[in-house]
């Protein structure tokens, strides 16, 4: 009991669970990557690296923020991708 509560033990079981995750998974047929073991490990990993608390807020926030499609896309005209070319339309001359 002593040794899974110190850091060492910590690594080990971790080891260990990812190895029954992936296991589990091969057995299921499922694709993708083991996902309760690597938030643990992310976890175990702030211990060490100050930063890394940084990275995983910052990916929280990164999953929070919505993504349009239009942004950053100019406000005259469609891009085509499949045929490389962007068509504009000019703008109407205002008078001043």
Known sequence: MMFAMSI????VLLVVLA???????WARRRKGHPVA???GVDQFTTLF???KQVELDQRQTELML????ED???PRGPIDLA???????PRPATPE
């Open 19 to 25: 190895a029954v995750e992936r296991a589990v998974r």
């Open 49 to 51: 690296a100050g930063g």
């Open 37 to 39: 073991v690597a938030a």
């Open 72 to 74: 950053g896309a100019p």
């Open 83 to 89: 045929s490389g070319s962007v068509r504009l339309t």
């Open 66 to 69: 919505r993504d349009d499609e």
């Open 8 to 11: 060492p033990g910590l690594a």
